[in-house]
């Protein structure tokens, strides 16, 4: 903060840090408690994104909408070259 100090200011400060966190955990407890329970973590989604976010960049050159998504199903393993009629 700045150099005065005001006495008994710095309990107040600490409080409203704690009562802060307080109401964050109090607002996302039942995600909390979920991921806990159920053992989720929310990196993969995470690290799915970062790579969509890099294949975009990359991308900068694509005018065509359908193109830039072809080419983050086929960076993300999820692109079926064949045809929707034909069968593997």
């Known amino acids: 903060m700045g150099a005065v100090v005001v006495p008994g200011m710095r309990c107040q400060l600490d409080l409203d840090l704690v009562k802060a966190a307080a109401n964050t955990i109090n607002k996302h407890l039942w995600g909390i ?3 806990i329970i159920l053992n989720v973590s929310s990196l993969p989604a995470k690290g799915i994104n970062s790579r969509v976010k890099a294949i975009k960049v ?3 050159g694509l005018r065509n909408k359908q193109r830039i998504a072809n080419a983050t199903c086929l960076h993300l393993r999820d ?3 064949y045809p929707k009629g ?3």
């Open 86 to 88: 034909l069968r593997r």
């Open 79 to 81: 692109f079926d070259q």
């Open 33 to 35: 408690l979920s991921a």
């Open 58 to 60: 990359r991308s900068r």
